[in-house]
């Protein structure tokens, strides 16, 4: 049996004792005027609630509910009529149990049975008030938020303690308790309230915020449709549900008194076209990450800054890809993300775009790790990960394209002009610059002695003008020297790299045995 069958079943036997759950739908009037005579709340700093502060850019949440015209969005709040209906179901239990019991012992000719009667009418007292209470209240608390007025109003009772205020003195509040396991709860409450009143601490059912991120992002969504000066968060959920009201011309009445609500059918329609405009975001995006001789990080935040909200996620997700890849490929190769950046950029410029992007859209990809739950990089789902904020610290710094041509022109010298010609020099210049560079270095060594050591092999001849200053074999062991070096740390990083051609090895002993190696006659 389902969820939604033992709802059913409950309510067939709740419905003819107490009636069907009225729904007292507010007047959507109440929103056009203030509320006068208020004063501030009280004792506001003994709420358990933490209070929530929305987010400047915010991607991921969970579904939430979408009572809106685009014009005024109403929310549900907790209510005393499930409390009523279910303490009267217990309380009827309670008195069936001690009935049944008295008319047990009644058939038994037992003498003592009155006492169980009187305990079923002191039992059915208490139901019959709840049961009262019951069928006079219903769902009439609500809060209406009108993005036309800018005014929130808190209604109450049919409109008889109805408040309304400006947008600006609502708070919003999230707080975990204890209930069948962790479950959380979410609250609006305005500074201001009636005279008679402490405050409206009100707990709303907008969604389910299992953190206080989360509760953040239903905040922010609120927050970013009171503002008028911008257009509607185009958030998913919210999204669709507008492109289905405007679709059939529903209005708020269709959707609250008259019940109309999308069909899966429906729904699946407008997903498969926002999936598609969403597409469209994320190949521009691409766009802009491909685009080697333009690139830059400033762009690419304004891109997505800009985005419509239901494509934030996917767009969020596709930069964040590229980033990651971009810190992997610099921190264990020292490289470019592909060979259009190499020739188009320097290291230096690449760098420093690459941390703005870091420090930019790392938080929020974290967030939006935090808010799905994800705390480590294995989690992570769709290709999105964790984000480390700080990894090109020890990477980019101002003046870092200096220092390798510096370390180049260094290494130039002592591989190809002869007189500087000198394995320990190279090897001691290898070892002193910082490891970044050093591995912008270690592949043009490398590349230059496996040349060289094949050369020497193949030919049995040193690289052309050598032989004019230094001897064969004064050649051969400054080569033998740099082979061992660098062949090993080639060696290490192929077997690291799970490198199955064994072509990429380099043979350690090539040059063991000069004698074998032809010298090339003229």
């Given at each position: 049996m389902?969820?939604?069958d033992?709802?059913?079943?409950?309510?067939?036997?709740?419905?003819?004792?107490?009636?069907?759950?009225?729904?007292?739908?507010p007047?959507?009037?109440?929103?056009?005027?203030?509320t006068?005579?208020?004063?501030?709340?009280?004792k506001?700093e003994?709420?358990r609630?933490?209070?929530v502060?929305?987010?400047a850019?915010?991607?991921h949440?969970?579904?939430?509910t979408?009572?809106?015209?685009?014009?005024?969005?109403?929310i549900k709040?907790?209510?005393?009529?499930?409390a009523?209906?279910a303490?009267?179901?217990?309380?009827?239990?309670?008195t069936?149990?001690?009935f049944s019991?008295?008319?047990?012992?009644?058939?038994?000719g037992e003498?003592?049975?009155?006492?169980m009667l009187?305990?079923?009418?002191?039992c059915?007292?208490?139901a019959?008030y709840w049961?009262i209470?019951?069928?006079?209240?219903?769902?009439?608390?609500?809060?209406?938020?009108?993005?036309r007025?800018?005014?929130?109003?808190?209604?109450?009772?049919e409109?008889?303690r109805?408040?309304?205020?400006?947008?600006?003195?609502?708070?919003?509040?999230?707080?975990?308790?204890?209930?069948?396991g962790l479950s959380?709860?979410?609250?609006f409450m305005p500074?201001?309230?009636?005279?008679?009143?402490?405050?409206?601490?009100?707990?709303?059912y907008m969604?389910?915020?299992?953190?206080?991120?989360?509760?953040?992002?239903?905040?922010?969504v609120?927050?970013a449709?009171?503002?008028?000066?911008?257009p509607?968060?185009?958030?998913?959920g919210?999204y669709?549900?507008?492109?289905?009201?405007?679709r059939?011309?529903?209005?708020l009445?269709?959707?609250?008194?008259?019940?109309?609500s999308?069909t899966e059918?429906?729904l699946?329609e407008?997903?498969?076209?926002?999936?598609?405009?969403?597409?469209?975001?994320?190949?521009?995006?691409d766009?802009?990450?491909?685009?080697?001789e333009?690139?830059s990080?400033s762009?690419?935040?304004?891109?997505?800054?800009?985005?419509p909200?239901?494509?934030?996620?996917g767009?969020l997700?596709t930069?964040?890809?590229?980033?990651?890849?971009?810190?992997?490929?610099?921190k264990?190769?020292?490289?470019?993300?592909?060979l259009?950046?190499?020739e188009?950029?320097t290291?230096?410029?690449?760098?420093?775009?690459?941390?703005?992007?870091?420090?930019?859209?790392?938080?929020?990809v974290?967030?939006?790790?935090?808010?799905k739950?994800?705390?480590?990089?294995e989690?992570?789902?769709?290709?999105?990960?964790?984000?480390?904020?700080?990894a090109?610290?020890?990477?980019?710094?101002?003046?870092m394209?200096?220092?390798?041509?510096t370390?180049?022109?260094?290494?130039?010298?002592?591989?190809?002009?002869v007189e500087?010609?000198?394995?320990d020099?190279?090897?001691?210049?290898?070892?002193?610059?910082?490891?970044?560079?050093?591995?912008i270095?270690?592949?043009?060594?490398?590349?230059?002695?496996?040349?060289?050591?094949?050369?020497?092999?193949?030919?049995?001849?040193?690289?052309?003008?050598f032989?004019e200053?230094?001897?064969?074999?004064?050649y051969?062991?400054?080569?033998?020297?740099?082979?061992?070096?660098?062949?090993r740390?080639?060696?290490?990083q192929?077997?690291?790299?799970?490198?199955?051609?064994?072509?990429r090895?380099m043979?350690?002993?090539?040059l063991d045995?000069l004698d074998?190696?032809p010298?090339?006659?003229?």
């Amino acid at each position: 049996m389902s969820n939604q069958d033992d709802l059913d079943w409950i309510d067939r036997i709740e419905n003819p004792i107490m009636g069907k759950v009225k729904t007292r739908w507010p007047d959507w009037r109440c929103t056009q005027e203030f509320t006068p005579d208020t004063r501030p709340v009280r004792k506001t700093e003994k709420l358990r609630g933490q209070k929530v502060e929305p987010l400047a850019y915010y991607g991921h949440h969970t579904p939430f509910t979408t009572k809106t015209d685009g014009n005024q969005w109403v929310i549900k709040t907790s209510n005393k009529v499930i409390a009523y209906r279910a303490y009267a179901l217990i309380a009827l239990f309670i008195t069936m149990i001690w009935f049944s019991l008295y008319l047990f012992a009644l058939y038994h000719g037992e003498k003592d049975s009155l006492g169980m009667l009187y305990l079923s009418l002191i039992c059915f007292i208490p139901a019959l008030y709840w049961i009262i209470q019951a069928r006079r209240h219903g769902e009439d608390k609500w809060v209406v938020f009108d993005r036309r007025t800018g005014n929130v109003c808190f209604w109450d009772k049919e409109g008889k303690r109805s408040l309304t205020v400006p947008f600006e003195q609502v708070n919003c509040y999230w707080t975990p308790v204890f209930r069948r396991g962790l479950s959380h709860n979410f609250y609006f409450m305005p500074m201001v309230n009636l005279p008679n009143e402490r405050h409206r601490w009100w707990q709303v059912y907008m969604g389910f915020p299992s953190d206080y991120a989360q509760a953040q992002y239903y905040w922010s969504v609120i927050t970013a449709f009171m503002d008028n000066s911008k257009p509607l968060p185009m958030v998913a959920g919210l999204y669709h549900h507008l492109i289905w009201m405007e679709r059939n011309g529903y209005t708020l009445d269709d959707i609250t008194h008259g019940g109309k609500s999308a069909t899966e059918e429906e729904l699946y329609e407008i997903f498969e076209e926002v999936e598609a405009k969403i597409e469209v975001e994320k190949k521009k995006a691409d766009g802009l990450m491909e685009d080697a001789e333009n690139f830059s990080a400033s762009a690419l935040i304004d891109f997505y800054k800009n985005t419509p909200g239901y494509a934030k996620e996917g767009v969020l997700t596709t930069i964040s890809i590229f980033i990651l890849h971009g810190i992997s490929s610099l921190k264990r190769s020292s490289l470019m993300r592909g060979l259009g950046f190499m020739e188009s950029l320097t290291m230096e410029v690449y760098c420093r775009e690459m941390c703005k992007l870091i420090q930019f859209f790392g938080p929020l990809v974290n967030a939006d790790m935090a808010a799905k739950g994800k705390t480590k990089e294995e989690e992570g789902e769709e290709g999105q990960f964790l984000v480390d904020l700080n990894a090109l610290d020890d990477i980019y710094y101002e003046g870092m394209d200096a220092d390798i041509e510096t370390m180049l022109a260094s290494y130039k010298r002592m591989m190809f002009e002869v007189e500087h010609f000198n394995a320990d020099s190279i090897i001691e210049l290898y070892q002193n610059t910082p490891s970044f560079i050093a591995n912008i270095l270690e592949r043009r060594i490398i590349s230059q002695v496996e040349l060289r050591v094949r050369y020497m092999v193949e030919s049995g001849d040193m690289m052309f003008g050598f032989e004019e200053w230094i001897t064969r074999e004064v050649y051969c062991e400054e080569l033998k020297k740099l082979l061992q070096f660098f062949g090993r740390i080639n060696n290490v990083q192929v077997e690291r790299n799970r490198v199955k051609d064994p072509s990429r090895y380099m043979d350690l002993h090539a040059l063991d045995d000069l004698d074998a190696i032809p010298v090339r006659s003229f």
